[in-house]
């Protein structure tokens, strides 16, 4: 499982993540910040090439940022898009039955509200309470612990607000981590964002926000050695301000 936020598909394909992700060949991709109302041709044409359906759910016309998608080898049994609730704008979450699993591709704002929070709970509970196993992969935007950030923020920053901490302390813990199980459970700070300010990517000064949450039925299934995050696409060479977490599932 690789999930992603790309800052955008065009820009993806041209920094060379799709190339990327024809060498990796996973089974199923979670994508956040499509950037873009609709699907182009360009990434109809690789998702063909490569052998991957795609559900998607895009910003509305006129909307700035936003918009995700899973990619699949298997196709789908069901597919929720969640157009008619608050996350529909932005096109903040998209999920799928794939076989004997519910996955979930999910964009969090940044600076997310009350209500955004509880859309996303309520949609997270339906998920774990269905029975199958499922994994919720996304841009969280939120700092759930110091360890986990180069910087410490004051309360009222967004992204480390009191109450954005509480709720997604609460998803924590009903939720699995599987990168922090993967690689190791007491291990220092996981990053997956770095500012493009000044060289806080070279030296490594960054933040987690990106996640990879399974029910607890799926912990078992973890690849021992497999959870990574891949902050070069090849060397040199990074991907956006965000890099992808990559996790293997025995399912």
Known sequence: MISAN????????????????????????CLQELNTPTIPDSLKQWLHKAGYEVAAATP???RKGGGVAILSKSGFDEIKTYGDTLLAE????????IRNMHV???????????????????????MKSAGDRA?????????????D?????????????????????????EWKDTLRLGVNASQGALYT?????????LENRGTRLDYQLASPNLVDAIVPGTARVV?????????????????????
């Open 104 to 126: 979930a591709s999910v964009y969090i704002t940044y600076g997310n509200s009350a209500p955004e929070r509880a859309a996303f709970g309520r949609h997270f509970a339906a």
């Open 149 to 173: 950030s180069h910087l410490w923020y004051a309360a009222n920053n967004k992204g480390y607000r009191d109450e954005e901490r509480a709720w997604l302390g609460e998803l924590l813990a």
């Open 6 to 29: 790309i800052d955008g598909i065009d820009r993806a394909l041209n920094y060379g993540f799709f190339a990327w992700l024809t060498w990796q060949n996973a089974d199923v991709i």
């Open 193 to 201: 964002w770095w500012s493009n300010k000044g060289r806080c990517y």
């Open 60 to 62: 509305k016309s006129g």
């Open 90 to 97: 932005r096109g903040q979450m998209i999920s799928a039955k």
């Open 231 to 251: 902050r070069e696409l090849q060397e040199g060479k990074r991907m956006t301000d965000h890099a992808p977490i990559v996790v293997e599932y025995d399912v």
């Open 135 to 147: 994994l919720i992969c996304g841009d969280f935007n939120i700092i759930g612990s110091r360890r």
